[in-house]
């Protein structure tokens, strides 16, 4: 992890093509702006983190118990 002190004004440069910008600093708030490619997702961190905590839970196995009893419900034509 790297941490940096930056001023309003100031920027970080990611790789060849991101750039994150201070553009102002007010209290505890600290505003940005990041120029970067379309391709790249951004997400603030509680987004991603519920996100991934939805795929994670998706991805969970299931009970096939659950299904079997779906099948009862079937209706036929």
Do not use: C, Q, W
């Not at 970080?12 to 007010?26: C, R």
């Not at 519920?50 to 079997?68: F, G, Q, R, S, V």
């Amino acid at each position: 992890m790297l941490a940096l002190t930056r001023k309003a004004g100031e920027r970080i440069v990611i790789g060849d093509n991101i750039v994150v910008t201070v553009v102002a600093i007010k209290g505890d708030s600290i505003r940005l702006t990041i120029d970067a490619p379309k391709e790249i997702k951004i997400y603030r961190g509680e987004i991603y983190d519920a996100i991934a905590a939805e795929n994670k839970e998706a991805a969970a196995p299931i009970d096939l118990a659950e299904l079997t009893a779906l099948k009862e419900f079937h209706i036929k034509k």
